[in-house]
Structures are given as structure tokens and as C-alpha cells.
């Protein structure tokens, strides 16, 4: 088995954000918010956040958009449970984990788990929390088994 590498490049960015999406698309929890709710376009998706991570944790400056909106969109639509927040944050983590190591590995893990808060609390009419004390409310604790 070879050592795992850290996020260097934008094509490593994609990797991530394939290996992401192919499980969330297909999760029991969240699978139906991509797929029913939003009936994300994978192939016109993967670009735009590609770009999103390649300038949180490349420094590219390629992304141009605003990520909130979808999201307050997408809740309008289905109510965003912290619980939905803490398994899109698990499936990130694995999707870290199981390709890259390193300090932009650990970047992307902790960039996630900021927007996650941040998302959680701007669609909750909540103060967004500050840097230092990052959680997402306990909500619905997802287990594996097995």
C-alpha cells in the first residue's frame, strides 16, 4: 500500500470532490437531497466546486461564486437538520481521509467543518460562530456498523 500525499493540485481537488459526491449521492441520509431535492447535475457541479476547494486549499483564486445561496435555496425546499450537516461532514472526512494526508488534508477537513457551522447557522438565524469554537448543534448522530 503507498503512502498517501497531500492536496497539491486542482486534479487532486476533483479527486476529493468525485469521491465526495459518488458517496453523498448514494448515502440513506443524504442521498435524496442531491439526487430528489436539488437533482444536482454531477458533471456541471464538479467544476464549480472543484474551483471552490482549489482556492480555499490551493490558493488558485478560481472560484467566483457564493456558496450560501444554494443552500438557503435548498432549504426552502427541505429543511437542513444539524444532523444532515454532521453526516455531510462525516462523508467529507472519509473522502479526506481514505485519499490525501497532510496539511491541506487537515485544511479541508477543518475549512468543511467552518462552512458547515456557518451554513447551519445562517439558515438558523443564528450568530455565526467564530473561528475558535467551531460545532454543528447536536442533531441526529449517525453511527456506523458493522
Known amino acids: ?29 443524504l442521498g435524496f437531497i442531491f ?56 462523508l467529507w472526512r472519509m473522502s479526506v481521509d481514505e485519499l490525501f494526508a497532510g496539511e491541506r488534508a487537515e485544511l479541508a477537513k477543518r475549512h468543511a467543518e467552518r462552512v458547515a457551522a456557518a451554513f447551519y447557522a445562517r439558515l438558523n438565524g443564528q450568530p455565526v460562530p467564530s473561528a475558535g469554537g467551531i460545532e454543528v448543534p447536536a442533531g441526529l448522530i449517525v453511527t456506523q456498523h458493522g
Open 1 to 29: 500500500m503507498s503512502e498517501l500525499h497531500d492536496i497539491e493540485t486542482r486534479e487532486d481537488c476533483e479527486a476529493l470532490v468525485r469521491t465526495f459526491y459518488g458517496r453523498a449521492m448514494s448515502d440513506p441520509i
Open 35 to 90: 439526487t430528489d431535492v436539488a437533482h444536482l447535475d454531477l458533471e456541471a457541479h464538479v467544476p464549480k466546486i472543484t474551483s471552490f476547494w482549489e482556492t480555499i486549499l490551493l490558493g488558485a483564486h478560481s472560484y467566483g461564486g457564493g456558496a450560501f445561496a444554494p443552500h438557503a435555496a435548498l432549504n426552502q425546499k427541505v429543511t437542513l437538520f444539524a444532523g444532515h450537516f454532521e453526516r455531510w461532514l462525516w
